[in-house]
């Protein structure tokens, strides 16, 4: 097969690769369509190595159809048209993932627009209504809004009833944010976001607030939760180091949650796509939830596709394709 491999200069090459081996408990998938993530930047850097066991390729979720099944899995046949989501390997023309991470495609939807569904949406959704715990009708803030992750949460959160601030980089984006469902927003080139969630959530502040950039925002974020919220940390684009008042940490009883998706056990992932077919698919057919792609590249020109995502410009996911 085929896959992107990552050069020792870092450039990324469309080469001739072993295929991966097929475990009792996975499946295979003839890859259709992959996907750009922060951590597919991080990893190509050097700086996020894959966990213990997966795939050394990159690629956290892909679309495309069941070419092969283990001998312990029942629940697929070869031919499924399906979406995964992925510990890696995913830039390559044959992935192998545990049966449990693979969800079908929603009615209707081509392999690009599934592919811009497991990473954003399980982010989201394992974030805030299973680990922060999101009520309906509590308030919540995205930082990176228009991000792929925060599009997603956006549109999650309207369809629980959760009102949601969203920080953005530009007009623009809080545009589209509101567009998408936000109620109130700021843009963070143009000063703290704190007063302005202030007047949007009033003197007692939100119930949980997701966080890729961590350091210098820790303060603000912390002023900004109501008591027995949740803050929760998915990413460190602002710096691994920030100032902590414990004091109001401990008054208000507030969580400080750090999370990460691709680590987690099979099991655990499991349980998110499972909590995902249930609670999160059918929205996509009744066209309450919709992917938000950027936009689609050929897999060897993922080296440009990175460039985009790295510039900033980008609202919703950059989609890889595999040439047919
Ligand atoms: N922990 C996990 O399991 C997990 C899973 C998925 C993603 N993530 C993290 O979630 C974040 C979003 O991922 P994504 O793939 O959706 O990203 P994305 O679509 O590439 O969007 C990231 C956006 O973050 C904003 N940003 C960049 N640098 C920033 C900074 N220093 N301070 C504030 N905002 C900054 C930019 O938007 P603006 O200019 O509009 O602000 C950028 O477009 C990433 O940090 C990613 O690593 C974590």
């Known amino acids: 097969m085929k896959a992107i491999v990552i050069e020792s200069d870092k450039s990324l090459s469309w080469q001739e690769q072993p295929e991966p081996p ?78 449990d991470h693979v969800l079908p495609i929603p009615a209707g939807f081509d392999f690009i627009q599934a592919t811009a569904l497991p990473e954003v949406f399980a982010t ?25 992750v925060g599009t997603a949460a956006i549109q999650l959160c309207k369809a629980q009833g959760n009102p949601v601030f969203v920080t953005v980089g530009d007009q623009a984006k809080l545009d589209s944010c509101m ?7 700021h843009v963070r080139t143009e000063g703290d976001f704190e007063t302005a969630v202030k007047e949007w959530a009033g003197k007692t502040g939100v119930a949980a607030i997701l966080d890729p950039v961590g350091g210098n925002y820790l303060e603000q974020n912390i002023r900004c939760l109501d008591t027995d919220g949740s803050l929760v940390i998915i990413g460190l684009m602002g710096g691994r180091t920030g100032s902590l008042d414990l004091g109001r940490l401990l008054v208000k009883r507030i969580r400080v949650i750090g999370s990460t998706l691709r680590s987690r056990s099979d099991a655990a992932k499991a349980a998110v796509i499972a909590q995902m077919r249930e609670q999160v698919w059918p929205r996509f057919e009744q066209g309450i939830l ?34 047919s």
């Not at 259709?32 to 993530?37: D, F, L, M």
């Not at 283990?70 to 545990?98: F, N």
Request: proline content about 6%; overall charge negative.
């Open 22 to 99: 097929l475990g009792a408990d996975q499946v295979a998938i003839a890859v259709r369509t992959t996907a750009v993530n922060r951590a597919d930047l991080m990893q190509r850097a050097g700086l996020y190595p894959p966990p213990p066991g997966a795939s050394e390729i990159l690629g956290l979720e892909c679309a495309g159809e069941i070419k092969a099944v283990g001998t312990s899995v029942s629940q697929w046949q070869v031919g499924d048209r399906v979406c995964a989501l992925l510990a890696g390997g995913g830039y390559a023309e044959t992935v192998v993932c545990h049966a």
């Open 290 to 323: 919709k992917p938000i792609v950027h936009s689609t590249f050929p897999i060897d020109q993922a080296s440009q596709a990175f460039d985009l995502v790295a510039s900033n410009q980008t609202t919703g996911k950059v989609i890889l394709e595999l040439p």
């Open 179 to 185: 567009a998408l469902g936000a109620d109130g927003g």
């Open 124 to 148: 989201a959704w394992m974030n805030l209504f299973m680990l922060a715990e999101l009520q309906p009708g509590q308030k919540a803030i995205l930082h990176a809004g228009a991000s792929g």
